[in-house]
């Protein structure tokens, strides 16, 4: 029989209210043993909780939730305790010495939610992602996956490869050995279209996008302002700036929302072809490494001259020396600060138009895998003639978008998804 398991699953006290969760076959009992009988479903009851000896462990609001329908799929009860730590404690020391109760691990509540059907897979990766935004636009993206917005497109694309089989199916059924009919030329159209929609699927922007930030480096030429404008961006005094040229060696990272858009800025040292110091030769190569894994180059130099093929802004500060020999996009100062908002603006759009789009469910690398084997698979469906290497071809398709949604999953892949949850989701 499965255990039945509890934990709080509000933060860590002291709060103003503690909620504990308890989920399995004896939530029942346990709530009757706390509150004195088990209150009517789906309804907040005022109640004095005792312990095993009648001594009162807290007033508190109790809700009592009867399976199948629930969050786990399981009996489900809640205890709305005062959020100190000593009562969150003796409510908890009570629930552990009931007999087959025990504390969940994290994600347990979630898990069991999967493995009773009340979410799939993508919705599970998708609360995992909403459980950790910390912008805006993480935020709504992760949503967008939890609801079950994508989970019900790859039910639709499932069942055009289940119709489509089916098709196959009966031509392999009625033609002959010599004398296989044809598949029907609307047939082959309809892969077609299938292949397009699932490859303009592909080609959005990824999830990771959202997850990690939006990486901007900054780059150009020795002394252009680079750390002084990074310092400026992150609002902390996090890089060394001088009048020195080649002040920066290392690749300094920082992570910070802007209007919303989750960004990484890099700062790194100036480059130039000829240097006599060795340690900032090595800071050149690191700064060409980290350009190569920008999504943006903010380019301190003039427009054009940054790394070929990496999509730049260039910017310019106001210092006598190097000002008015160009004309670029942007002029900052560091000094005054003028020109720093529009900066700030650029960058949000610029962030905005390249990653996923507000409320868009956007795939992970997981996803992205299994969206483009079905892609392949489709593709290779719609260019094989042979009827059996069709249906194969359809086969391999649908595995696709079984993994998609978690009808086929295996348990290291739940173990690491459901790790990544907190203990008492
Ligand atoms: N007036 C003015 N001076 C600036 C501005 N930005 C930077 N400076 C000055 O320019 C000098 C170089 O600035 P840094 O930020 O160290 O330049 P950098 O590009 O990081 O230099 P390296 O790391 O050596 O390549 C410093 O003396 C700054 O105070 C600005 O917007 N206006
Ligand atoms: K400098
Ligand atoms: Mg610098």
Same mark, same amino acid.
């Given at each position: 029989?499965?255990?039945?398991?509890?934990?709080?699953?509000?933060?860590?006290?002291?709060?103003?209210?503690?909620?504990?969760?308890?989920?399995?076959?004896?939530? *029942?009992?346990?709530?009757?043993?706390?509150?004195?009988?088990?209150?009517?479903?789906?309804?907040?009851?005022?109640?004095?909780?005792? /312990?095993?000896?009648?001594?009162?462990?807290?007033?508190?609001?109790?809700?009592?939730?009867?399976?199948? !329908?629930?969050?786990?799929?399981? /009996?489900?009860?809640?205890?709305?305790?005062?959020?100190?730590?000593?009562?969150?404690?003796?409510?908890?020391?009570?629930?552990?010495?009931?007999?087959?109760?025990?504390?969940?691990?994290?994600?347990?509540?979630?898990?069991?939610?999967?493995? !009773?059907?009340?979410?799939?897979?993508?919705?599970?990766?998708?609360?995992?992602?909403?459980?950790?935004?910390?912008?805006?636009?993480?935020?709504?993206?992760?949503?967008?996956?939890?609801?079950?917005?994508?989970?019900?497109?790859?039910?639709?694309?499932?069942?055009?490869?289940?119709?489509?089989?089916?098709?196959?199916?009966?031509?392999?059924?009625?033609?002959?050995?010599?004398?296989?009919?044809?598949?029907?030329?609307?047939?082959?159209?309809?892969?077609?279209?299938?292949?397009?929609?699932?490859?303009?699927?592909?080609?959005?922007?990824?999830?990771?996008?959202?997850?990690?930030?939006?990486?901007?480096?900054?780059?150009?030429?020795?002394?252009?302002?680079?750390?002084?404008?990074?310092?400026?961006?992150?609002?902390?005094?996090?890089?060394?700036?001088?009048?020195?040229?080649?002040?920066?060696?290392?690749?300094?990272?920082?992570?910070?929302?802007?209007? *919303?858009?989750?960004?990484?800025?890099?700062?790194?040292?100036?480059?130039?072809?000829?240097?006599?110091?060795?340690?900032?030769?090595?800071?050149?190569?690191?700064?060409?490494?980290?350009?190569?894994?920008?999504?943006?180059?903010?380019?301190?130099?003039?427009?054009?001259?940054?790394?070929?093929?990496?999509?730049?802004?260039?910017?310019?500060?106001?210092?006598?020396?190097?000002?008015?020999?160009?004309?670029?996009?942007?002029?900052?100062?560091?000094?005054? *600060?003028?020109?720093?908002?529009?900066?700030?603006?650029?960058?949000?759009?610029?962030?905005?138009?390249?990653?996923?789009?507000?409320?868009?469910?956007?795939? !992970?690398?997981?996803?992205? +895998?299994?969206?483009?084997?079905?892609? +392949?698979?489709?593709?290779?469906?719609?260019?094989?003639?042979?009827?059996?290497?069709?249906?194969?071809?359809?086969?391999?398709?649908?595995?696709?978008?079984?993994?998609?949604?978690?009808?086929?999953?295996?348990?290291?892949?739940?173990?690491?998804?459901?790790?990544?949850?907190?203990?008492?989701?």
């Amino acid at each position: 029989m499965t255990d039945t398991i509890f934990a709080l699953s509000s933060g860590s006290p002291p709060a103003a209210i503690g909620v504990l969760r308890v989920s399995g076959p004896q939530a *029942g009992e346990a709530i009757a043993a706390l509150a004195g009988s088990v209150p009517p479903a789906r309804r907040a009851s005022y109640r004095k909780l005792r /312990d095993g000896e009648g001594a009162i462990l807290d007033h508190a609001l109790v809700l009592w939730f009867p399976g199948p !329908n629930t969050a786990t799929g399981e /009996d489900l009860a809640e205890f709305h305790l005062h959020g100190g730590r000593a009562v969150v404690t003796a409510v908890e020391s009570a629930l552990s010495q009931m007999a087959k109760l025990r504390r969940a691990t994290p994600g347990e509540f979630t898990r069991r939610a999967f493995a !009773n059907g009340r979410i799939d897979l993508a919705e599970a990766e998708g609360l995992a992602d909403l459980l950790s935004a910390e912008t805006e636009l993480q935020r709504r993206s992760a949503l967008a996956m939890a609801d079950g917005a994508f989970s019900r497109q790859v039910e639709t694309w499932r069942d055009r490869v289940l119709a489509a089989s089916a098709a196959v199916e009966a031509i392999l059924d009625f033609g002959d050995e010599d004398d296989v009919a044809d598949l029907p030329g609307d047939f082959l159209a309809g892969l077609d279209r299938f292949h397009v929609e699932l490859t303009e699927w592909l080609k959005r922007p990824r999830a990771e996008r959202l997850k990690d930030g939006f990486r901007v480096v900054l780059a150009g030429p020795p002394n252009a302002g680079k750390s002084t404008l990074f310092n400026a961006l992150v609002e902390d005094e996090a890089a060394i700036t001088a009048p020195l040229a080649g002040t920066t060696r290392d690749v300094l990272t920082r992570a910070v929302a802007i209007g *919303g858009v989750p960004f990484v800025f890099a700062d790194t040292a100036g480059l130039r072809d000829q240097t006599g110091d060795e340690i900032e030769a090595i800071g050149i190569a690191r700064a060409r490494a980290a350009l190569d894994g920008a999504d943006l180059v903010l380019w301190l130099g003039p427009e054009g001259e940054g790394p070929t093929g990496a999509w730049e802004i260039a910017a310019q500060c106001d210092r006598s020396d190097i000002a008015d020999k160009y004309a670029p996009r942007h002029r900052v100062s560091a000094v005054t *600060g003028s020109g720093l908002d529009e900066i700030r603006r650029d960058l949000i759009e610029t962030a905005r138009r390249r990653m996923p789009r507000p409320g868009d469910a956007a795939l !992970n690398r997981r996803q992205h +895998l299994l969206v483009s084997e079905a892609a +392949l698979a489709i593709a290779a469906a719609g260019q094989e003639s042979d009827p059996l290497l069709v249906a194969e071809a359809l086969r391999l398709a649908r595995v696709a978008f079984d993994g998609l949604i978690g009808r086929t999953t295996t348990e290291d892949m739940l173990d690491a998804l459901f790790g990544r949850f907190c203990i008492g989701k």
